[in-house]
């Protein structure tokens, strides 16, 4: 057995000191590190030392004692001299029974899943890692770090209230890994290029980025030739992605993406991780062994009936076993690594439904994971947006368990895009996205932001391409064009793809903008995605998620070609940022603020809302509270322009001004808040497909800027 396991991977070494199951992970203590995994079922493990992370063979191989070293399922060794920066991973022995849900295989190097950093060889392969035999030379492996050396020089995590919250998703490297984002090379695409760019970031006005997948994921977990860009795809709930770091070491990964915090928090901006914790990298039973299924199979994934294979709500091939005691653990101490260690300030869960499911994937009405989550002390006051669905079925929007969890309401998106598009039975459905969906969460008494209201996100269409494509185009990722969603509620305005027709072009325009007035008007919390705000495009690409070039990449040159658009969305967000928000202060809920507001709907004639099927227009006039402001809304989504009649100001002398008509060309569609245009008698004709905002009252003032003609 000895000289067997020599051949294989190296030199026992023999008496290991006992070392502690807790903490899990490796650890620094004085005069060395304590390693801790979790395996119920394993017969024997081995840790492995490397000096470099190509190497084939370890530098040392510790066997932990299933005896000595083994407290409950919890292995554990304390390993003299070891310091951050050393390279290790296990190997686990057990038998590969897949009808009992076990997987070991001893020929694999695995990692360590709470390690806090990973190395990645220049020649990783996932295929090794899938195929029989040793996969050493050609893995990923865990770096031990110290937390505690990084100076944050008194940065902590900002807690901005939600109502004051607006969100930018956007993707890290594709965020400056285009050549116009004029970057150093070295710098394109990396945590490093992210920090350069933050002066745009803060002249847009945003208040928190919303980071795809950063924790480090399989970027080959993807069709041949092509990459996984998007990141959903884990291999580690700790560690920062190496690849966005300018740096050429794990340390170095790990400190430039806390330098990236940091810089962001001096600029005022939030950072939001999007955590996937429904799904690994290891995929189906044939996917590649790489960490938890060398460990523990049935305990970190959901398992069928047949125990040979996975449940697969996700759509990825496994599901992660949420609601077990080691796996819950694992995931609340991962959120708490985020924020107490690397100081980021909220979560957005990717398939969040999926933690309410238990080990035979029924749903539960009370979740543990869920509610250990919410009521984490260290967690409290942190930011928690849910994605309540997911791909078996399961749609919780609405009803999302917890008290204080913000959810993505995909129904804002598709009835604001079908508003604008001139569907039947849309304008109820307009109405209700407004208010903050109370048809949706009014009977929850929660406060008025907790929809997340997004028109466009990383997945699916973006902005440009909602109003430029009516069907999808993803024929480059391989797939023959079967995957992404084909329900896009998009439509082209006239013309499939690009043109230079200025007509099509001038009303797309004005549907960009439509669209992100509804969603910086609307009752919730805003959020757009990178690139929308200047019209980037994927060329008609709903589905991006293994396009690492151009396709999904920030073009900055769209800086100048739509400055109009980016200038209509800085002026929208100043606005938005300058509102009141007595109601979060007060803890008042969405439908306690409906029942206060002063608002009233109209038609194109006053009071005379018009909720038939067949219309496309309505009005709302309402006063902002607080503020000393009225606003009448009037959204025109009807292919002719119409004539609306306007509520009369004050006493009868005031006039209203006109703040925004996105049926005027710029720069008239929208002005300075203080600066709105008189509006003379007693209607206004609103254009086709337009939005127009007038406001008036003591704390609006006039400018001198001629009112413009269409």
Known sequence: ??????????????????????????????????FSVFSRSAGSIELLLFDRVEDARPS??????????????????FVPGVQAGQIYGFRAHGPFDPDRGLRFDPSKLLLDPYGRAVAVPTNYSREAARRKGDNTATAMKSVVTDPHAYDWEGDMPLKRPWSRTIIY?????????????????????????LVEKIPYLKQLGITAVE???????????????RTNYWGYSPVSFFAPHQAYSSRQDALGALDEFRDTVKALHRAGIEVILDVVFNHTAENAHDGPT?????LDNPTYYLLCEDRSRYANF??????????????????????????????????????????????????????????????DPALAGTKMIAEAWDAGGLYQVGSFVGDSWKEWNDRFRDDVRDFFRGSTNSVCRMADRLLGSPSIYGQREREAEESVNFVACHDGFTLNDVVTYARKDNQQNGEENRDGRDDNRSWNCGFEGPTDDPVIERLRNQQVKNFFIATMLSAGVPMFVMGDEVRRTQRGNNNAYCQDNETSWLDW????????????????IERRAMRDVEHERRRVSLSQVLRDAKYTWHGVKLGQPDWSPVSHSLAIGAELKGEGVLLYVILNAYWEA????????????????????TALDPPHEICEWNKAVPVPGGTYCAGARSVVVLIAGEEVSGCTAPLSTR
């Open 60 to 77: 040392r191989v510790i066997p932990i004692d299933p005896l000595a070293n083994r407290t409950y399922h919890y292995w554990h060794v």
């Open 642 to 661: 119409l004539e609306f009649e306007l509520p009369a100001v004050g006493n009868g002398t005031e006039k209203w001004r006109r703040w925004i008509d």
């Open 314 to 375: 996700t759509g990825t091939g496994n599901t992660l076993n949420a609601n077990h005691p080691a796996v819950r653990r694992m995931i609340v101490d991962s959120l708490r690594y985020w924020v107490s260690e690397m100081h980021v300030d909220g979560f957005r869960f990717d398939l969040a439904s999926i933690l309410a499911r238990d080990s035979s994937g029924a749903v539960m009405a009370n979740p543990p994971v869920l509610w250990d989550i919410e009521s």
């Open 169 to 193: 998703e956007m993707h890290v490297r594709g965020f400056t890994a285009h050549a116009s984002s004029g970057l150093a090379e070295s710098k394109r695409g990396t945590y490093a290029g």
């Open 290 to 294: 790489q960490c938890f299924r060398g």
């Open 211 to 225: 980071l795809l997948p950063v924790f480090q994921f399989d970027p080959q977990d993807a069709p041949a030739g």
């Open 557 to 572: 040159k769209l800086l100048s070609e739509h400055a109009d658009v980016l200038r209509f969305v800085k002026l929208l």
């Open 1 to 34: 057995m000895s000289s067997a396991r020599e051949g294989l991977i190296g030199k026992p070494v023999s008496a290991p000191a006992i070392g502690r199951s807790f903490p899990i992970g490796a650890t620094l203590v004085t005069g060395g590190a304590n």
